[in-house]
C-alpha cells in the first residue's frame, strides 16, 4: 500500500510558476505509476500528467503541454510537477495518485486506473 502527500501548492500571479511535490510512503514506490489530476470549482476531476515507474513515459493533456513538466526521483519516492506559464484557468486542486505495483513501464491517463490518491494542493493563479 502506497500513502501520497502532495506539497507545493500557493497563490501565484499569471505567468509565474510552481513546482508540486507527491511524496510516498513505500519501499516499493518505484513500480508504481503515477498521476497529476485536478479538480477546478464546479468542475470534474481531469487528467494533468502521468508518467511511468522508470520516469521514462510521460503523457499530457494538451492544457498542460508545453507548460507542465512531469518527474520522478524515485530514490526519493517523490513524483515533481513544474508548472509555468501558469494561467487563472489553472486554479485547481491538484491530487498525485498512484497505482501499483506494475510489472511494465506505461502511463495510465484515467482517474478509474488509480487505486491511490493524495489528499490534495490547493494551486491559485490570481490574474
Known amino acids: 500500500q502506497v500513502q501520497l502527500v502532495e506539497s507545493g501548492g500557493g497563490l501565484v500571479q499569471a505567468g509565474g510558476s510552481l513546482r508540486l511535490s507527491c511524496a510516498a510512503s513505500g519501499s516499493t514506490f518505484s513500480r508504481y505509476g503515477v498521476g497529476w489530476f485536478r479538480q477546478a470549482p464546479g468542475k470534474e476531476r481531469e487528467f494533468v500528467a502521468a508518467i511511468s515507474r522508470s520516469g521514462a513515459i510521460t503523457s499530457y493533456a494538451d492544457s498542460a503541454k508545453g507548460r507542465f513538466t512531469i518527474s520522478r526521483d524515485n530514490d526519493k519516492n517523490t513524483v515533481f510537477l513544474q508548472m509555468s506559464s501558469l494561467k487563472p484557468e489553472d486554479t485547481a486542486v491538484y491530487y498525485c495518485?498512484?497505482?501499483?505495483?506494475?510489472?511494465?513501464?506505461?502511463?495510465?491517463?484515467?482517474?478509474?486506473?488509480?487505486?491511490?490518491w493524495g489528499q490534495g494542493t490547493q494551486v491559485t493563479v490570481s490574474s
Open positions: 495518485a498512484a497505482d501499483g505495483p506494475l510489472f511494465s513501464d506505461r502511463v495510465k491517463v484515467q482517474q478509474r486506473q488509480y487505486e491511490y
